[in-house]
């Protein structure tokens, strides 16, 4: 337990660990709103991915759209165990895969918004 407390307190005292998870997160959560407060739920299949010059490129279920923040997720916490644990050792390295994480959920943000912009509004 002393591990784990002195673990997540690394994040609290580094404001440059501390400020992109922040941020990470917030944008998480704004993807998971704007998911279920623009996306239709309906039985019916819908485009999951959009591109520019191709058009669409995955049509699915609507509940699989949550592959984009649960995956988005899921890579912020891995680059942020991975960065606590190598940041004393390599505080560059530790500093880049904590901003990673926020630069994924920057990713999953323009993509659904293009997804909404082009499809649902």
Do not use: C
Not at 33 to 57: E, H, K, Q
């Amino acid at each position: 337990m002393k591990n784990i407390n002195v673990f997540l307190g690394r994040f609290y005292k580094e404001s440059a660990l501390f400020l992109p998870l922040l941020a990470a997160l917030f944008i998480n959560a704004f993807i998971w709103l704007l998911i279920i407060w623009r996306l239709p739920a309906s039985a019916a299949w819908i485009p999951l991915y959009y591109n520019v010059y191709f058009g669409i490129g995955w049509i699915g279920q609507w509940i699989n759209v949550i592959y984009y923040p649960g995956l988005s997720l899921l890579i912020l916490i891995i680059n942020l165990i991975i960065s606590g644990l190598i940041y004393d050792r390599q505080r560059q390295l530790g500093l880049a895969l904590a901003w990673a994480g926020l630069g994924v959920q920057v990713f999953v943000l323009i993509t659904v918004l293009s997804l909404i912009i082009n499809y649902f509004s």
